[in-house]
């Protein structure tokens, strides 16, 4: 299959480096000095360690990079999704397309789905590939599992079966819904996890608090039409506890570092990669008060995001709420 891959970045590069063995990859960005420094140095500045195989075209022209693509791959952050979608509408109105993103859009507060929807109107063979899974990982060929989301009878599964290999395991599923928010809230709970982490509070508090998270993550989805089984698979517990305690984890590096001490704009330039879970906070705090969803973890990480309070005292507010049954 030729695979127009949007999205230059880990990610996209990651997906490209997996992909090319067996299929004809196309990796586009839209930034052409970084895209042909890409070329000549067959690594992302943001992927430095992995190189990209000589079969994998690195291509500045997006009409080329889409040309004949039986898929579309748009791995940009979810800030860029939109634009992204436009301009491949612009050429393929109606193409086989699945984003690789996960988050809300920072001006928007919608999430990658509802973007779709509204940039390409008349696609139907589109949804959502995620779950847990490190771009340098995926790279080096380590074993991943994925899974794709589609409202489209048959286009998960076929996508899924296309895609799939030893290294790389894709499933499917129709929970669009479930698998999008479950790949966006578990980025606030991991900063969560980085707190706990970084305030030294032990392996039982991270334990308790991957659980409680999870039990957030389901209350609302479930609220928003999400499959409550969804939740217990992939896209929900198996990315939560990866990025909850993975070192490669961006947001609970974010965590850390605020405990620590540190102040949040001086944490996300050291990273030098997006933490989607920082603007995802906002707004999944939003959704949960829209629908009258208790999220006491997530309200305690806006606390301490965007309201001066010190990372211990919204540890101390969350041990000191009222007991209750599970």
Not at 161 to 178: E, H, I, Q
Not at 222 to 231: D, H, N, S, Y
Not at 235 to 245: N, R
Request: include cysteine.
């Amino acid at each position: 299959m030729r695979i127009a891959i949007l999205g230059a970045g880990a990610w996209g590069s990651a997906l490209a480096i997996a992909l090319a063995p067996t299929h004809e990859v196309r990796l586009w960005s839209r930034d052409r000095a970084a895209c042909e420094a890409t070329a000549h140095s067959r690594s992302s500045r943001y992927l430095p360690q992995s190189r990209l195989p000589a079969r994998i075209a690195v291509e500045a022209d997006l009409r080329k990079a889409l040309e004949s693509a039986g898929l579309v791959i748009v791995a940009t952050s979810t800030s860029g999704l939109r634009h992204t979608l436009e301009a491949v509408g612009a050429w393929m109105p109606q193409p086989s397309l699945v984003w690789a993103c996960k988050g809300f859009d920072a001006a928007t507060s919608r999430m990658p789905h509802e973007i779709a929807e509204r940039a390409l109107p008349d696609a139907r063979r589109v949804g959502a590939l995620s779950g847990p899974s490190f771009a340098l990982e995926v790279a080096q060929g380590l074993p991943t599992a994925l899974v794709i989301a589609s409202r489209e009878p048959g286009f998960a599964a076929t996508i899924a079966a296309a895609l799939n290999s030893p290294r790389l395991r894709l499933y499917s599923s129709n929970d669009v819904v479930g698998v999008v928010l479950g790949g966006a809230v578990k980025n606030v709970i991991a900063i969560a996890a980085g707190i706990a982490d970084g305030l030294a509070l032990g392996r039982n508090a991270r334990a308790a608090l991957v659980t409680r998270g999870l039990a957030e993550i389901v209350r609302l989805g479930v609220a928003l039409g999400g499959q409550a089984e969804t939740f217990m698979g992939l896209a929900g517990v198996g990315d939560l506890v990866l990025t909850c305690t993975g070192d490669l984890s961006r947001n609970r590096e974010v965590g850390i570092g605020l405990a620590r001490g540190r102040a949040l704009d001086d944490v996300l330039t050291s990273l030098g990669h997006v933490a989607e879970g920082v603007q995802s906070a906002r707004a999944v705090r939003g959704l949960a008060r829209e629908r009258r969803v208790e999220m006491p973890i997530t309200e305690a990480v806006c606390a301490v995001l965007f309201e001066g309070v010190a990372p211990g005292e919204a540890v101390e507010r969350l041990l000191t709420r009222d007991p209750r049954s599970e």
